[in-house]
């Protein structure tokens, strides 16, 4: 099993996404996921072969 998740509260209107950046806190921030997973060494495995990928359309950051 593996899935991913986001943390929020304190939002005014239910329903309309952009409460989250204007009012609301949302945990982690951004466009950012946390993530559980029963396999974490796939998730791993996973992550470095994205990594060339990641990095290039990231600017190297």
């Known amino acids: 099993m593996r899935f991913e998740f986001k943390w929020v509260e304190n939002v005014a209107e ?8 204007l009012h609301g ?3 982690p ?10 396999w974490p060494e796939l ?3 996973l992550y ?3 990594l060339p990928e990641i990095k ?6």
Do not use: C, I, P, W
């Open 14 to 21: 239910a329903g309309d996404a952009s409460e989250f950046y």
């Open 25 to 27: 806190d949302a945990a």
């Open 29 to 38: 921030n951004e466009r950012f996921n946390y993530v559980y997973s029963e």
């Open 43 to 45: 998730d791993l495995a």
């Open 48 to 50: 470095a072969r994205k």
């Open 56 to 61: 290039k359309e990231t600017g190297g950051r």
